[in-house]
């Protein structure tokens, strides 16, 4: 028996197709392409197709490597293919041979069917594990799912792999097996051939993100609460420095992304990441820098650590780093949140606890007396079998002096509570609003009455179901540079639209 789950259609270079998602009693759920059939008269017509447009269509060297030049190239192609379909057979429509010029393009200067799974805004992942599998896609509902799309031989992958070198400048061979390339889309591809990937030649898409989370999602998925981003917001803006931990896929760099907005416009900011994944509304004043790998000849790598240190001689006001991972990187980080620079970062670690044993034991072994520093700890925690994300802990981190040797143990301010699913208080905080005051100049029942406003703008604009990142930009810049309208509109409880033309 079928279940079908969902149906919907996805859109490669103007070429349309059905997906259907279906489970089949006792088995995993499908993903299928639904791609019209091509008769084999048709097929042999492609073919033909394929070669006199490898010979009629001149192509430079450099409109290969070029991939502004790629859409030109592709332009090329479908006008002259086009022009050799109606000569052929004048009588296939025009729908069916702007199908056939797509399919022919995908295949020519694509991966084929797979150009389809790039676009389907619902996929997270696209793995190829060798011809002899089906490719299969994680799905942000769904999970991991099989689908109809193969590939017909080995040879294809490695094609397709080179393909994706190209697309970067680079080469994929059987010396040099290993290929990890960001591409143009900011999607990031990795390949590893045969026989180092032993099943057979193996590609693994990793997507990037085309609506990116923003806060409004995160109150509204329960993912965390206005009251505790309130808090949030206002530490941010007053320049606290922040950490996020959380296992591996919590949500972490998610969690970071969404508070990013509450910076303000005029401050210099510089992200630096291994892969680009931090998305930031364009209001903010950004400079995103990514690490490299090595080249074969193991020259030119620029590791994080280079790059902390070449932001710092960019006058950052804020700095991002991706990950927490090396001590040097974290000694950087540290004397940066020293010297007044206002600090984010994420680190692998399940508890503010946890974080705190994490940061001054090897391999980052940063001396308990400079965690002072981090004003924030938020945790992020991933419940694998409800399949939710959620804000675990919210705290500070409080050092004493034992003796002759400083301790660090964790401030709990806001906690998850498993069986009702809410965020609760937790403590009072001994050192975040002292230090907000400082910094702000504000009484403490001013600062309490800060975060209320914010959480009202905050659950207003969930209200107003205002997301997507621009917009929500939009109205953090509105905050910021003139907060009056922006505070009307939240009182009158009215619509957003003025605000966000
Ligand atoms: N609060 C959330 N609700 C639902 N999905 C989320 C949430 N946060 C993140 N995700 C999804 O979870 C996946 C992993 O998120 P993210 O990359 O932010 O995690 P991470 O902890 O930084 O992972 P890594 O350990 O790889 O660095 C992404 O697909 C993201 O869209
Ligand atoms: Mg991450």
């Known amino acids: 028996m079928e279940n079908e789950l969902e149906t919907y259609t996805v859109e490669a270079d103007n070429l349309k197709i059905q997906v259907k998602i279906a489970q089949y009693s006792g088995k995993l759920p499908f993903y299928e392409l639904v791609v019209p059939s091509i008769s084999p008269a048709m097929q042999a017509l492609l073919d033909d197709i394929r070669h006199s447009l490898i010979t009629d269509v001149h192509i430079s060297a450099s409109e290969i490597l070029d991939p502004t030049a790629v859409t030109m190239l592709k332009n090329k192609f479908s006008i002259r293919s086009n022009e050799i379909i109606r000569a052929k057979f004048p009588h296939v429509d025009p729908a069916t041979r702007n199908f056939l010029v797509g399919m022919l393009l995908h295949e020519m200067m694509g991966l084929g069917k797979v150009e389809f799974l790039l676009n389907d805004g619902s996929l997270e992942e696209v793995v190829i594990n060798s011809a002899m599998e089906p490719v299969r896609v994680y799905h942000k509902k769904y999970g991991w799912l099989i689908t109809n799309v193969t590939l017909s031989n080995e040879s294809q992958i490695q094609n397709y792999a080179n393909i994706i070198a190209r697309r970067v400048g680079r080469q994929i061979t059987t010396l040099n097996p290993l290929l990890d390339a960001h591409l143009v889309t900011g999607d990031r591809a990795n390949a590893v051939l045969y026989p180092i990937a032993t099943k057979g030649n193996t590609i693994t898409i990793r997507k990037f993100v085309r609506d990116p989370w923003t806060v409004t999602d995160f109150i509204a998925n329960k993912t965390s609460s206005s009251d505790i981003f309130a808090l949030i917001w206002l530490a941010i803006q007053y320049e606290m420095n922040m950490l996020i931990s959380g296992g591996t896929a919590s949500g972490k760099t998610s969690f970071l992304n969404v508070c990013m907005p509450f910076i303000p416009p005029n401050h210099r900011l510089i992200s ?190 969930v209200k107003n179901n205002l997301r997507g990142i621009e917009r929500v930009g939009k109205i953090m810049h509105q905050y910021y540079i003139d907060p009056k309208p922006l505070l009307d509109m939240v009182s009158k409880n009215s619509s957003p639209d003025k605000l966000l033309k």
């Open 272 to 461: 630096i990441e291994d892969t680009r994944e931090l998305q930031l509304p364009e209001y903010l004043y950004w400079c995103p820098l990514t690490t490299r790998e090595p080249n074969p000849e193991g020259k030119g790598e620029i590791t994080m650590l280079d790059l902390l240190v070449n932001s710092l001689r960019m006058r950052p006001d804020r700095i991002i780093l991706g990950e927490m991972r090396t001590k040097e990187a974290a000694e950087v980080l540290f004397e940066a949140m020293h010297t007044g620079h206002s600090v984010y970062a994420t680190v692998h670690a399940d508890s503010i606890d946890e974080t705190i044993q994490r940061l001054v034991h090897p391999p980052l072994s940063i001396s308990p007396n400079l965690l002072n520093a981090v004003n924030l700890n938020v945790v992020m925690f991933r419940d694998r079998r409800q399949g939710i994300r959620r804000t675990f802990q919210v705290g500070e981190f409080l050092t004493s002096d034992e003796g002759d040797t400083m301790k660090a143990k964790a401030n709990i301010l806001y906690r998850w509570k498993a069986g009702a699913d809410t965020l609760v208080k937790h403590n009072e905080s001994f050192r975040l609003f002292e230090e907000l005051a400082r910094n702000t100049g504000m009484s403490h029942s001013e600062i309490m009455k800060d975060i209320q406003q914010k959480e009202k703008i905050l659950n207003w604009m």
